[in-house]
């Protein structure tokens, strides 16, 4: 059931008298929280939650918080009227909370950052100063929202469900916190709302990021992290995109690998093609 809007908008407050009408009825609320241009890869999202939970609730919001590059922000895909389209799809019912800035971050709204454990710090930390610190203000004022059993996120930004699953641990939410896989184009480039930037040869062009984790986690079987980097590194200097880093980690802590491998090594790679970061990764093990 898509909730009545406002100019294409929910209001909290009528998201919140749903959610506690499923409760009085004792249903369970999954939640997916989006920033809109939908794709399978989020339907596959919603699939899951809606298999798992009574309820399913999807949210739409471009965070501004999140982006340090405003022009980027500016030139993110909004499609609120198409993501509808898109939704009704899926033949079930589910909530969409599309909210206004100030519904999510009201007058009175208040967050302290929160220590991340260095995460922060390294990979997308530090290329994108301040925007996990934004992912954690977004997503901890929608949990505060919604109040979801579950939560679910796409594996492809690694590194922010792992900063997630912290926050949820350090602000004590009890919410369960599925990461799902990657889902992926037949060519092999990873969905994304970004891609709908990028014309078919720039998507031609992206798939060397996909070639390289591949060749990466076949290298992993004898080569030391190191080996391989050195390898991965020549490999994809040879495609187009501006390389910002390509990373060998252990994707708990996300310490860089260099002699030995972790049970817990992946591989993560942010590029530009043309204007558009791409972000992406693969698991070693």
């Excluded at 969409?96 to 930390?125: C, M, N, S, T, W």
């Excluded at 916190?177 to 184009?185: H, Q, S, W």
């Excluded at 501006?242 to 491998?261: A, G």
Aim: charged share 25%; proline share 4%; glycine share 4%.
């Amino acid at each position: 059931m898509l909730m009545e809007t406002v100019n294409g908008h929910s209001k909290a407050s009528s998201l919140r008298r749903e959610i506690q009408f499923a409760r009085s009825e004792g249903k369970t609320i999954g939640f997916v929280p989006t920033m809109g241009a939908l794709h399978e890869g989020h339907l596959n999202l919603i699939k899951k939650a809606y298999t798992e939970n009574d309820v399913v609730v999807v949210s739409i919001f471009v965070n501004p918080t999140q982006f340090n590059n405003q022009q980027d922000l500016a030139l993110y895909p909004r499609m609120l009227d198409r993501d509808i389209e898109t939704l009704r799809t899926l033949n079930f019912q589910l909530i969409l909370f599309a909210p206004e800035v100030h519904e999510i971050y009201p007058d009175d709204d208040f967050f302290e950052p929160i220590d991340l454990k260095g995460l922060d710090r390294v990979l997308e930390g530090t290329y994108r100063p301040g925007h996990f610190q934004g992912v954690v203000h977004v997503v901890r004022n929608l949990f505060q929202i919604v109040e979801p059993d579950v939560a679910y996120f796409g594996r492809k930004d690694l590194q922010q469900l792992a900063v997630i699953r912290l926050m949820t641990s350090a602000i004590d939410f009890n919410i369960s916190i599925v990461g799902c896989d990657t889902l992926r184009e037949q060519s092999g480039l990873a969905m994304s709302s970004r891609n709908l930037r990028l014309d078919e040869q720039q998507k031609a062009d992206a798939l060397i990021i996909y070639k390289t984790l591949i060749s990466i986690v076949e290298w992993s079987k004898k080569l030391t992290p190191q080996e391989v980097k050195n390898r991965a590194l020549e490999m994809f200097a040879e495609g187009n995109l501006k390389l910002e880093y390509l990373e060998l980690v252990d994707d708990l802590t996300f310490r860089p690998l260099d002699d030995t491998w972790s049970t817990h090594s992946s591989c993560c790679i942010a590029a530009y093609c043309g204007e558009v970061r791409l972000i992406d990764n693969m698991s070693c093990r």
